[in-house]
């Protein structure tokens, strides 16, 4: 099983580091089980397990240090009669009577035989799993990522023992491990770290009755991960336990891709940029992490930003004009500027970002020439605009020409038809400029020319709005 490769993988580099050489079981007994289970908040929940059944009156809260020990010694003793259902060994199936229930995860049909050790270590891979949003989880058998995973139990469990955190829920180590992974490789990483500073970047979600950590997303996760392997491939598993256990499999996730698409978004709007945009752009990147395993591998596709599919449709066109305050009767100056402010803010941040990101991500799908396209797509986008511009007074022919029926094109071949009545009226200053995007066009494959006319789109919108200004 899978948890046990990974457990194996830790502890072999954990003895290492520590100059120690203890055994499944005695990092158990010695390390997981005092963080996991030997106080009145859990980190984990173990379905079915001896640390969940509990006796009649029995709660972990109200549990005393004699029967908390009693369940280990309980767990002990059903690893020894050769017990290893999910019960006892994470990962395993359900029950072998049963065969492969949907309680059942990261199993095989082939009839392996695992021994105590290896049953423990089950339980070291298990509390390793990095929670992601969608319901999923990811393991990486990497030395390195799971010592750094280790580190964040301890931090866990500071906070479930500090008693003016008493609203923090517990039994949710594989959300815990997500966010505190993602935080601990990310540039905002700082050593003198506190509760404060986790809650300020997004770790919590509070309600009147409790504090949950909220799972973090696969994209945010991935891009923190590329800091630390920027030029690498790592093979993730990606699977799911619960009351119907998912198991989707092996799935290299592509660091290096996740660089380029910082590296082109800097190139873009500026170094101060990538730094000032990273919360919306680590959020907004990325589909649902199972549509993102159906790809085949989790890269530059996978990363297709929230919201831009919509724009696929030949009727959908964006809209990046700024937003107009109105004063209001009797408004302060003061009150006025920060109206204005923070109108200007919610621009950024609803209209300027998304723009940003969309045509980052379009441009690197392109598959040649990106950094030209870039510049080539702005002076298309200002030709165009400069086209529609010119209308007569009070016709809107050209207007809707490239509204209806040059961005709007589903192919070439429309596309290419709206053009052409483009070029039979367009003013000489721009004639050449339309005659070269009608060869570089008809010399594009299907797939570029599909990201080609999104990307057109908003860089007519954003010629338009810097235009209007």
Request: with cysteine; hydrophobic share 35%.
């Amino acid at each position: 099983m899978i948890t046990v490769n990974t457990g194996r993988t830790f502890l072999k580099a954990w003895n290492e580091k520590n100059n120690n050489e203890l055994t499944a079981k005695e990092f158990f007994e010695q390390e997981y089980f005092e963080l996991f289970f030997n106080h009145s908040k859990y980190l984990q929940w173990p379905t079915n397990s001896p640390f969940v059944q509990m006796k009649k009156g029995q709660t972990p809260f109200t549990l005393s240090s004699t029967e908390r020990v009693e369940k280990l010694e309980n767990l002990h003793a059903k690893i020894s009669e050769g017990e290893k259902d999910a019960s006892i060994a994470i990962g395993f199936p359900a029950s072998e009577v049963k065969e492969f229930a949907t309680t059942s995860g990261l199993i095989t049909d082939i009839n392996l035989a695992y021994t105590q050790e290896e049953i423990y270590l089950s339980w070291l891979g298990s509390g390793l799993s990095l929670g992601v949003a969608g319901g999923l989880s990811i393991l990486f058998d990497n030395p390195e990522i799971l010592l750094k995973t280790f580190e964040g139990w301890k931090v866990y469990r500071q906070f479930l023992n500090d008693p003016t955190l008493e609203k923090l829920a517990g039994n949710k180590i594989t959300s815990w491990n997500g966010q505190w992974l993602s935080y601990a490789f990310s540039k905002k990483y700082r050593p003198d770290f506190d509760y404060a500073t986790l809650d300020n970047l997004g770790f919590f979600k509070h309600s009147q009755t409790d504090t949950v950590i909220e799972t973090v997303k696969w994209s945010r996760l991935f891009f923190n991960l590329s800091t630390q392997y920027p030029d690498q491939t790592l093979t993730g598993y990606v699977f799911g336990f619960g009351q119907m256990n998912k198991t989707l499999g092996f799935f290299p996730f592509r660091f290096q891709q996740a660089r380029k698409i910082i590296s082109f978004y800097q190139k873009l709007f500026g170094e101060n940029a990538v730094l000032k945009d990273s919360r919306y752009y680590e959020n907004m990147f990325g589909i649902h992490i199972k549509r993102a395993c159906e790809l085949g591998a989790l890269g530059i596709q996978a990363l297709e930003p929230e919201g831009l599919r919509k724009y696929f449709d030949a009727d959908k066109m964006p809209n990046l004009s700024k937003s107009k305050v109105s004063r209001k009767k009797d408004q302060s100056d003061e009150d006025f500027e920060v109206a204005l402010q923070e109108a200007e803010q919610k621009d950024y941040e609803n209209k300027i970002i998304p723009f940003r990101i969309y045509k980052t991500w379009l441009l690197a799908m392109i598959t040649k020439n990106k950094e030209e396209m870039s510049d080539y797509t702005q002076q298309i986008a200002k030709a165009i605009y400069e086209y529609r511009a010119a209308d007569k007074k009070g016709s809107k022919k050209r207007s809707n020409i490239v509204s209806n029926q040059l961005l709007a094109s589903k192919s070439k071949k429309g596309f290419l038809e709206a053009l052409t009545e483009i070029i039979a009226e367009v003013e000489d200053v721009h004639l050449e400029t339309f005659r070269e995007l009608r060869d570089r066009v008809h010399l594009m494959n299907n797939e570029d020319f599909g990201y080609f006319v999104i990307l057109l789109k908003f860089d007519y919108a954003y010629q338009d709005r810097i235009s209007s200004i």
